[in-house]
């Protein structure tokens, strides 16, 4: 079977395709070693069925940590990797590749390049620079000082740049923007006639390797291990994991060792370790879009490990493997080894990991004998959107046009709301129950349902609003689970596809109505298309309506309060209700974000750093 190709792919893609599909004898090898094949099917079934229109088919590839293992032990030495890597940014081409999970990263990213985070010293005729990387910076930046001052020992003219060498970006299937950031770091630096650089971080080295053309790239362990460093001795035995995305930088795993043999530590060897190394979990983001995935590949490293405190040259594998089994720094064993050895040496956590890097920018800042400083102010033209920055200020401007326009007009002497509402009133129940069947088919018919509330709000007042807003939007949502339940399941099905909704179900199989009472608190998904995919979920229908009915409730009371005084604000007249429903609202609002802001910290705490 071919792929499906309705519109052109990019090259790339078309390429990994047609190698996958002539090459892949669907012999298994990498499926028994991945998860995540394991759940997808081989990457020859992947490509035959392929559609370059269907979500699914270009989705699937943000929940592969682009490790690079299935590559290794493929018998026919497919680049299986870089096929699920050309599947992402497919998916950026065409505009599916935009998770709202990613953001926190992609705002971690955007720090590391931005005039506060960045700089560049460098001194008279420096023609190498350390590259440490933006976690061990947060992390570790003691151990950045250590670091630095054992390579000026061997180039005294060596310089140091504190910059995100766009790994996120480019995992993420940004390539263009990443490709921009990154060609304009090197060609000044290539400018500057620096012509080496030496990095501490894994992602950093083959962001290095793949991009900087012009520069020699090595990096701090290989210069450390040649420069015959004595670190304080030690006595214990640890295991090694090398990072996933330089499995094959064998010269880097063996100084590695190098060093710990030389401080007296014993090396036992993982099963997989070296070119099979396995991935910490974190690769690819995988674990902001499908943890289970992410925390095999830590319960492997635990088992592996088999009670051996494990020791990486990776500031993010530390964090990951940590919350598995006894981890650390290779910088924490080489210069605090005791410590290291007893578990009292860790890493700085977000958000001290933020300090921590601009107290190291400060620091070098300060620094004396260098005669070049440079602070990070380039933006592409295209990079990443930021999604909804003018609606604020519209519906700002669109508040202060109304409200300037009744007064102009002489409209607001007809603005009588006490009128408006008897008028309501002399039609007796018809009318709450007009507005209630019209609330309860806005969710059925993908109806917006904020303006039906706000005109309840109006027409009813802050009380009865309430009572019959919540009570349409309950029939609403109740009247779309059972439509996707028992009347258009297929349909439904073939709608809400990727790992989002995949996600989603796994979740509610976990942990039932309390995955509906947190999306309706935090929402995550659009209103109208949860309650269908709660639907295909095996939530008891009891359960459901009881949740939604009582995490929709908050919102619901400060939009009815707000907006039963809407028509009165816009007369000019500020009463206690309108203001108590402003602070209602705000509150409620703060509510995603505040949690947003908890995940993004926990996120890239464990992802970044």
Not at 170 to 180: C, K, T, V
Request: overall charge positive; some cysteine.
């Amino acid at each position: 079977m071919s792929v499906i190709i309705r519109d052109p792919l990019r090259p790339e893609l078309r390429e990994k395709i047609a190698e996958t599909q002539a090459g892949c004898t669907d012999c298994g090898a990498c499926v028994r070693e991945c998860a995540f094949l394991r759940k997808h099917g081989t990457p020859k079934s992947m490509t035959e069925n392929f559609d370059a229109e269907a979500p699914a088919s270009l989705l699937r590839s943000f929940e592969c940590s682009l490790c690079g293992l299935c590559s290794t032990i493929c018998p026919e030495r497919l680049d299986l990797d870089g096929l699920f890597l050309e599947m992402r940014r497919e998916a950026v081409d065409r505009g599916m590749g935009d998770f709202p999970e990613h953001a926190p990263l992609l705002a971690y990213e955007r720090l590391g390049t931005s005039r506060r985070f960045s700089l560049y010293r460098l001194p008279q005729g420096c023609t190498t620079i350390f590259f440490p990387g933006c976690s061990l910076s947060g992390t570790r930046p003691d151990g950045v000082d250590m670091l630095f001052a054992e390579l000026r020992k061997t180039d005294p003219a060596m310089g140091i740049v504190f910059d995100c060498c766009m790994k996120p970006s480019d995992s993420l299937g940004r390539e263009q923007y990443a490709m921009a950031m990154f060609e304009e770091m090197r060609s000044w630096l290539v400018s500057q006639g620096v012509n080496e650089v030496l990095v501490a971080c894994p992602n950093c080295q083959n962001m290095f390797n793949s991009l900087g053309r012009g520069l020699k790239v090595g990096t701090v362990w290989e210069i450390l291990a040649e420069s015959g460093l004595q670190p304080k001795r030690a006595s214990g035995t640890v295991t090694i994991h090398d990072p996933c995305v330089i499995r094959n930088a064998l010269p880097v795993h063996q100084a590695v060792r190098t060093l710990l043999t030389r401080q007296g530590v014993t090396v036992e060897e993982m099963p997989h370790s070296g070119r099979t190394t396995v991935c910490c979990g974190q690769g690819g983001a995988v674990s902001l879009l499908n943890p289970s995935l992410a925390e095999a590949w830590g319960a492997l490293r635990k088992e592996e490990a088999a009670g051996r405190r494990i020791i990486t040259y990776c500031a993010g594998c530390v964090q990951a493997l940590g919350s598995h089994t006894p981890t650390n720094h290779l910088v924490d064993l080489l210069f605090a080894p005791e410590q290291a050895l007893l578990g009292k040496k860790e890493g700085a956590r977000a958000p001290l990991t933020y300090l921590n890097r601009l107290r190291l920018k400060r620091a070098f800042k300060r620094k004396k004998g260098y005669v070049m400083t440079r602070e990070r102010a380039f933006a592409p033209e295209q990079g990443q959107h930021r999604k909804g920055s003018w609606k604020s200020p519209l519906l700002l401007a669109l508040v202060v046009a109304a409200i300037a326009g009744v007064h102009l007009s002489g409209v607001a002497h007809y603005l009588q709301q006490e009128r408006l509402q008897a008028l309501i009133a002399s039609y007796g129940i018809l009318a709450p129950a007009i507005y209630i069947l019209i609330y309860s088919l806005a969710p059925v018919l993908f109806l917006p349902g904020l303006p039906v509330t706000i005109i309840g709000g109006i027409l009813f007042g802050p009380v009865w609003g309430v009572v019959y807003a919540i009570t349409g939007a309950t029939i609403g949502a109740s009247l779309a689970f059972l439509v996707a339940r028992y009347g258009a399941r297929d349909w439904v099905a073939a709608k809400l596809t990727g790992a989002k909704w995949e996600r989603l179900d796994n979740e509610v199989a976990q942990h039932g109505w309390k995955v509906v009472a947190f999306t309706r608190l935090i929402p995550a998904f659009p209103f109208n298309l949860l309650n269908y995919a709660f639907g295909l979920t095996k939530v008891p229908f009891i359960h459901y309506v009881a949740a939604s009915f009582v995490c929709m409730l908050p919102a619901c009371i400060a939009f009815i309060v707000f907006s039963s005084s809407l028509v009165g604000l816009i007369k000019g007249t500020v009463s206690a209700t309108a203001l108590l429903g402003i602070g209602l609202v705000v509150l409620v609002s703060l509510v995603p974000a505040a949690y947003r802001r908890f995940k993004g910290r926990r996120a890239v705490g464990a992802v970044a750093e």
